[in-house]
């Protein structure tokens, strides 16, 4: 494996973080995590060396087996280690006015909810940007791969996706490593969806369980406007998610779902705020997530009603299934309301496999093993099926069926 170059005004992590507050797990929404356990130190940037062909052609595979899965799509772009080294555009989204293209970073507009935030915005060389202006319908995904190669690297890939008003699009981000890759990978991901707009958005987290990822995405929804937001987190050593849902304009509507496994001494972290700023405003939450062996999983979500939130209606659920006896989750759902018509509703549920669908299939012959799979396979189908964007399920179902199929030591 290659080692990052130490070179440039910020090479070393540490250097970028001077003068600011690591987060603490004192604070509500750092509570429960590893966040203690990341050594900035341990990391420097990318240097000016540029991109190892190797690695450009090991994401060109990735990115050609997205595009096999996913079917028929409007453009791809391929990043090495936060690096932008190629993006293109189908003659159909071209004349259709969808434009990509590798921009300068605006970090005044960086929407800095953390220090991991700011630091992206330090590290990042530019950022990727996908912009729909006013009416442009492109129906076909736009596929992103981003793939981490090199050792004790910090990568800050950042995609910012704009939309006009009355525009489509659909966006698959996926991250992936090179091998065992160590790093720290802090993606940040922000959407503006104007007035009767709509955003398909998928990313598949698929990176190293020797690494940490903390990682950002950011909506917020004009008018009428939709935001169709889905994960699935299934690699990293700590692997966190922060979802920002920001519900901007009258009857802006918001739709967010993630499954997430975990296996050996992984630990996913996700947390999720639903802020309804305006009336007519409507979010749903669907997560769902197993952890196997010594795997954690820690799951805060706050719905937030805002004074001019009248006619809100919010709902949020997340259930996690615990595999094994040393398998640990966490799942905290919150409400802070500050108008009286509204709607809100939210479950949460930390558990094992169902003891009577467990036994209904083995009292039919099932191997314990066997039936356990199925019922665990089961419980993802449901948000499988919720991806907005058809055939991710084939890239997502076979990564799920091997973290299911018996675990780490």
């Given at each position: 494996m290659s080692t990052a170059v130490d070179s440039g005004p910020f090479a070393h992590l540490g250097e970028a973080l001077a003068g600011r507050q690591l987060p603490s797990t004192e604070a509500e929404e750092w509570r429960y995590s590893r966040v203690t356990s990341i050594d900035p130190t341990r990391f420097v940037r990318r240097g000016d060396d540029p991109v190892d062909e190797s690695a450009s052609s090991a994401a060109e595979a990735i990115a050609a087996e997205a595009v096999?899965?996913?079917?028929?799509?409007?453009?791809?772009?391929?990043?090495?280690?936060?690096?932008?080294?190629?993006?293109?555009?189908?003659?159909?989204?071209?004349?259709?006015?969808?434009?990509?293209?590798?921009?300068?970073?605006?970090?005044?507009?960086?929407d800095a909810v953390d220090v991991f935030v700011e630091v992206n915005a330090v590290v990042a060389d530019a950022e990727l940007r996908i912009e729909a202006p006013r009416g442009v319908r492109a129906e076909e995904p736009f596929v992103v791969v981003h793939l981490v190669t090199l050792d004790g690297l910090v990568v800050a890939p950042r995609v910012r996706i704009e939309l006009g008003d009355d525009s489509?699009?659909?966006?698959?981000?996926?991250?992936?490593?090179?091998?065992?890759?160590?790093?720290?990978?802090?993606?940040?991901?922000?959407?503006?969806?104007?007035?009767?707009?709509?955003?398909r958005h998928v990313v598949v987290q698929d990176l190293s369980t020797e690494l940490d990822v903390v990682a950002h995405v950011s909506a917020t929804v004009g008018q009428s406007g939709t935001y169709d937001g889905w994960v699935a987190a299934l690699g990293?050593?700590?692997?966190?998610?922060?979802?920002?849902?920001?519900?901007?304009?009258?009857?802006?509507?918001?739709?967010?779902?993630?499954?997430?496994?975990?296996?050996?001494?992984?630990?996913?972290?996700?947390?999720?705020?639903?802020?309804?700023?305006?009336?007519?405003?409507?979010?749903?939450?669907?997560?769902?997530?197993?952890?196997?062996?010594?795997?954690?999983?820690?799951?805060?979500?706050?719905?937030?009603?805002?004074?001019?939130?009248?006619?809100?209606?919010?709902?949020?659920?997340?259930?996690?299934?615990?595999?094994?006896?040393?398998?640990?989750?966490?799942?905290?759902?919150?409400?802070?309301?500050?108008?009286?018509?509204?709607?809100?509703?939210?479950?949460?549920?930390?558990?094992?496999?169902?003891?009577?669908?467990?036994?209904?299939?083995?009292?039919?012959?099932?191997?314990?093993?066997?039936?356990?799979?199925?019922?665990?396979?089961?419980?993802?189908?449901?948000?499988?099926?919720?991806?907005?964007?058809a055939g991710v399920a084939g890239l997502v179902q076979p990564r799920l069926a091997e973290l299911l199929g018996g675990g780490a030591s």
């Open positions: 096999a899965s996913i079917g028929p799509v409007s453009g791809v772009a391929v990043v090495v280690d936060g690096i932008v080294v190629r993006s293109e555009l189908g003659s159909t989204a071209v004349d259709a006015g969808l434009r990509v293209h590798a921009a300068s970073v605006d970090r005044a507009a960086t489509r699009v659909a966006v698959v981000e996926v991250h992936r490593s090179l091998g065992d890759v160590d790093a720290l990978v802090l993606p940040v991901a922000s959407c503006d969806i104007g007035r009767d707009a709509t955003l990293g050593r700590y692997a966190r998610l922060r979802v920002d849902c920001r519900l901007g304009g009258r009857g802006a509507a918001g739709t967010l779902a993630a499954l997430y496994a975990g296996i050996g001494d992984q630990m996913h972290d996700l947390r999720t705020f639903q802020d309804h700023l305006q009336r007519d405003t409507t979010s749903s939450l669907s997560f769902k997530g197993a952890v196997d062996d010594r795997a954690h999983a820690v799951y805060t979500g706050l719905i937030r009603i805002h004074p001019d939130g009248r006619g809100s209606n919010a709902e949020q659920s997340n259930r996690i299934m615990t595999l094994s006896d040393d398998a640990w989750a966490e799942s905290v759902p919150n409400l802070e309301i500050e108008h009286n018509d509204v709607r809100c509703a939210h479950a949460s549920t930390v558990g094992p496999v169902d003891a009577d669908q467990r036994f209904y299939l083995e009292s039919r012959g099932v191997p314990a093993e066997v039936a356990e799979r199925l019922i665990v396979a089961g419980f993802f189908d449901e948000v499988l099926e919720r991806s907005p964007v």
